[in-house]
């Protein structure tokens, strides 16, 4: 009886959690003032440690054993019962999260059919932390046992596309994402950030979103994302954390002044081998609209034209399908930023929750690319390095 007791505690405990993560991940996602997610946030982690402490003190204050009249009825309070719909919640919880977390896993076994990936190079730049970690608070983050905060790994994803014309089959893009150019990683980090990508020569290079967290890294813009080259162009998007600057028009004209070209809110279409290519962004819901696709004509050319979308998160993964895109990449997750060996991310800041946490996803007529990006403002990443992605286009016919 107690062992079947411990083992409905433990699950409620788990379901408790997954209730909790599954709010942070939600509200995380939304275009709520900072204050106010910070606020909730709060009120997110004090309700996670609390409602297990006031059970515990409760449990423990209760009777080993009542003693019931034959012909009486046992008297439960109000308390007894809060606590047993809550119990029962956290059951239901429990059970509904593993089974999302079984159908994620079947999700990215069907997605691997998709992309053919292999490490090009792994990076530890612990030796050089001194001259990549600003302030105290990145410091002391490096000291935690598995950090990865220091570690970059250069990856190249072969990915199959279905409609991919015969012309475009090899093109390759540089897909990089939440830089987060804030203070914690120097200027310096981000230079050997950049000289990663160019070595990789890519024809385009891709920054989905979260570039700037602080106004005073905006003067570092010129001697390192202004240095990217690729033939076709360097494109961006804002996301979410330029709302934290005192001004994202500023971050968006800075990063333009440096010769990048931002895909906010619009779609332009470019001819690579002799073939059309519309870009578009999404940096929705934080910065509307989106790119009005009523207003591209497909007709206009004698070929039907590849679409590829850049959205910050990946909860557009929806617009991107309803718009007949053929590839969407994204970022904005960091890839949970903590992955627990055998079970994965456990909190993603999507609607999502952890089911676009990185990687590929298709679904028709759609495949997306999610980053698990470059940095953060939690200078925590635990089995969950940075990266940086050379997209290889494949064609399938």
């Known amino acids: 009886m107690y062992a079947l007791m411990a083992i409905l505690m433990l699950i409620a405990g788990i379901g408790h959690l997954a209730i909790w993560t599954r709010l942070h991940s939600v509200v995380h996602a939304m275009p709520y003032r900072q204050w106010l997610i910070d606020t909730v946030e709060f009120f997110i982690y004090a309700m996670s440690l609390l409602i297990p402490a006031l059970f515990l003190i409760w449990w423990i204050q209760q009777p080993l ?7 009486e009825i046992q008297q439960y309070s109000l308390l007894y019962y809060i606590w047993y719909v809550y119990g029962v919640m956290c059951v239901i919880a429990f059970i509904a999260a593993s089974l999302l977390w079984l159908f994620y896993h079947y999700e990215s076994q069907a997605y691997a059919a998709h992309v053919e990936q292999r490490p090009l190079a792994r990076y530890d730049f612990g030796d050089v932390a001194d001259q990549m970690l600003g302030n105290t608070t990145a410091r002391m983050g490096s000291m935690i046992p598995g950090n990865e905060i220091l570690q970059l790994e250069v990856n190249r994803k072969e990915i199959q596309l279905h409609r991919l014309p015969e012309q475009l089959d090899g093109l390759t ?11 914690h990683m120097t200027e310096a980090f981000y230079r050997k950030i950049v000289d990663q990508v160019n070595d990789l020569q890519s024809d385009m290079i891709v920054i989905a979103g979260d570039v700037f967290d602080r106004d005073k890294c905006f003067a ?61 962004g999404n940096e929705l819901p934080w910065h509307p609209p989106a790119a009005d696709m009523s207003t591209h004509d497909p007709a206009k050319h004698d070929q039907l034209p590849f679409k590829l979308l850049v959205a910050h998160t990946p909860d557009q993964f929806g617009w991107a399908r309803q718009n007949d895109f053929d590839l969407m990449l994204a970022g904005h997750v960091h890839g949970g930023q903590i992955r627990l060996p055998g079970i994965g991310p456990i909190v993603s800041p999507s609607v999502h929750g952890t089911r676009y946490a990185c990687g590929i996803f298709y679904s028709t ?30 064609s399938t016919k």
Not at 65 to 71: D, Q, R
Not at 221 to 241: D, E, I, K, W
Not at 365 to 394: A, D, F, K, W
Request: contains cysteine; glycine residues 8%; proline residues 7%.
């Open 65 to 71: 054993h009542s003693t019931v009249a034959p012909h």
């Open 173 to 183: 893009i540089t897909h990089i994402s939440d830089l987060h150019l804030k203070g």
């Open 220 to 280: 570092w813009s010129t001697a390192t994302l202004g240095q990217l080259t690729a033939p076709c162009g360097v494109y961006f998007v804002l996301g979410n954390h330029e709302m934290r600057t005192s001004d994202p028009n500023l971050a968006r004209k800075t990063l333009v002044d440096d010769g990048l070209i931002y895909l906010g809110g619009r779609h332009l279409t470019l001819m690579i081998r002799d073939y059309p290519v519309v870009l578009a």
């Open 365 to 394: 007529p759609t495949v997306m690319h999610v980053s698990r990006g470059i940095s953060g403002t939690t200078p925590l990443r635990l089995n969950c390095p940075p990266e940086i992605s050379q997209l290889v286009l494949r």
